[in-house]
Nanobody, 123 residues
C-alpha cells in the first residue's frame, strides 16, 4: 500500500509560481512512477505530467510543457511539481498518484491517489 499527501497549494497571481509536494509513505521505492493530475472546475481530472520510478524520464502535456517541472527525491519519498508562469487556466485541484512503473511514465490507470490540493491562479 502507498499513501500520498499533497501540499503547497494556494492562491497566486497570474505569472507567479508555486511548488507542490507529494509525500509518499508505505511501500514506496523506485519501482513506482508518480503522476500529477489536475481537475479544473466543471471538468474531468486530467493527467498533466509524471516521472518514472527511476527518476530518469518525465512526460508533460503540451499545456504545461516548458512551465512545469516534475522531480523526485527518492531518499525522502517526495515528488515535486514546480509550476512557473502560472495562468488562470491552471486553476484546479492538483492530485499526485502512484503506479508501478520503473522506466515508463504512465498517463492513466494509477493505483494510489492523494487527497488533492487546491491551486487558484487569479488574473
Amino acid at each position: 500500500q502507498v499513501q500520498l499527501v499533497e501540499s503547497g497549494g494556494g492562491l497566486v497571481q497570474a505569472g507567479g509560481s508555486l511548488r507542490l509536494s507529494c509525500a509518499a509513505s508505505g511501500r514506496t521505492d523506485t519501482t513506482y512512477a508518480m503522476g500529477w493530475f489536475r481537475q479544473a472546475p466543471g471538468k474531468d481530472r486530467e493527467f498533466i505530467g509524471g516521472i518514472n520510478g527511476r527518476g530518469t524520464s518525465t512526460r508533460y502535456v503540451d499545456s504545461v510543457k516548458g512551465r512545469f517541472t516534475i522531480a523526485r527525491d527518492n531518499a525522502n519519498n517526495t515528488v515535486y511539481l514546480q509550476m512557473n508562469t502560472l495562468k488562470p487556466e491552471d486553476t484546479g485541484v492538483y492530485y499526485c498518484a502512484a503506479k508501478y512503473a520503473v522506466f515508463s511514465v504512465p498517463t492513466n490507470s494509477y493505483d494510489y491517489w492523494g487527497q488533492g490540493t487546491q491551486v487558484t491562479v487569479s488574473s
